[in-house]
């Protein structure tokens, strides 16, 4: 990599921002090897994300202001399992996983004492459905029912769409809420609505209730 950056042209202009497609693209590769590829496919995509984390960190070793390099970014992540890991390196103890994420939830909670809401430190560049599982997911820590929100909004939205929303039973496997989610798309197609979007917006709705039921006393 520090062969490339000094004498690839084209390597030598590229910075942080003009990465982020890349990354992007090659995290979506290695999900593709992961779910339907070849080992070989696997072996070589996570070869190509590594390159991406090997330039952001040749890019930020040449910051005339706040340098670091590869060997930081190591570090630090060395420094952050350890913590994360007290049953493994500080004579705690977890016999299930559950009790891992207990020690692992109560160390990032020590290292995010900044934080002011369970609503920060998530991606906003995720896609909707992973953003919305993971706002579900801290929502539901503050007692702001998602589910019940989301059927009470439909019902009160009152019109109906020209295409009829499918009667889809409650999904019991991942096939199942597959299906159910591809119906709705579906239905989104037929009306002319941005399902990504949509979702999107609604999880705004989402956070404003979660930042309200934290701000009660």
């Given at each position: 990599?520090?062969?490339?950056?000094?004498?690839?042209v084209?390597?030598?202009?590229?910075?942080?921002r003009?990465?982020?497609?890349?990354?992007?693209?090659?995290?979506?590769?290695?999900?593709?090897?992961?779910?339907?590829?070849?080992?070989?496919?696997?072996?070589?995509?996570?070869?190509?994300?590594?390159?991406?984390?090997?330039?952001?960190?040749?890019?930020?070793?040449?910051?005339?202001?706040?340098?670091?390099?590869?060997?930081?970014?190591?570090?630090?992540?060395?420094?952050?399992?350890?913590?994360?890991?007290?049953?493994?390196?500080?004579?705690?103890?977890?016999?299930?996983?559950?009790?891992?994420?207990?020690?692992?939830?109560?160390?990032?909670?020590?290292?995010?004492?900044?934080?002011?809401?369970?609503?920060d430190?998530?991606?906003?560049?995720?896609?909707?459905?992973?953003?919305?599982?993971?706002?579900?997911?801290?929502?539901?820590?503050?007692?702001?029912?998602?589910?019940?929100?989301?059927?009470?909004?439909?019902?009160?939205?009152?019109?109906?769409?020209?295409?009829?929303?499918?009667?889809?039973?409650?999904?019991?496997?991942?096939?199942?809420?597959?299906?159910?989610?591809?119906?709705?798309?579906?239905?989104?197609?037929?009306?002319?609505?941005?399902?990504?979007?949509?979702?999107?917006?609604?999880?705004?709705?989402?956070?404003?209730?979660?930042?309200?039921?934290?701000?009660?006393?």
């Amino acid at each position: 990599m520090r062969e490339v950056r000094e004498h690839c042209v084209w390597s030598q202009r590229i910075t942080h921002r003009d990465l982020v497609p890349y990354l992007i693209e090659e995290s979506h590769e290695v999900i593709d090897a992961v779910e339907s590829g070849t080992k070989d496919d696997l072996r070589e995509e996570l070869g190509d994300l590594l390159w991406q984390v090997l330039f952001h960190a040749a890019i930020a070793a040449q910051d005339p202001t706040d340098p670091f390099d590869i060997d930081d970014v190591a570090a630090t992540l060395t420094e952050k399992m350890v913590r994360r890991h007290p049953h493994v390196f500080a004579g705690e103890t977890a016999t299930t996983p559950e009790e891992v994420l207990v020690h692992w939830n109560a160390a990032k909670a020590a290292e995010k004492r900044t934080r002011r809401s369970v609503l920060d430190g998530i991606p906003r560049g995720m896609p909707a459905l992973a953003l919305a599982q993971k706002v579900a997911g801290r929502a539901a820590g503050v007692g702001v029912d998602v589910a019940g929100a989301g059927v009470a909004a439909a019902a009160e939205a009152g019109a109906a769409p020209a295409v009829a929303a499918p009667a889809v039973a409650v999904p019991t496997t991942e096939a199942e809420l597959g299906d159910a989610l591809l119906a709705f798309v579906a239905v989104a197609r037929a009306e002319g609505w941005d399902a990504e979007r949509a979702l999107r917006e609604r999880l705004r709705r989402v956070e404003d209730e979660v930042r309200e039921a934290e701000s009660r006393p």
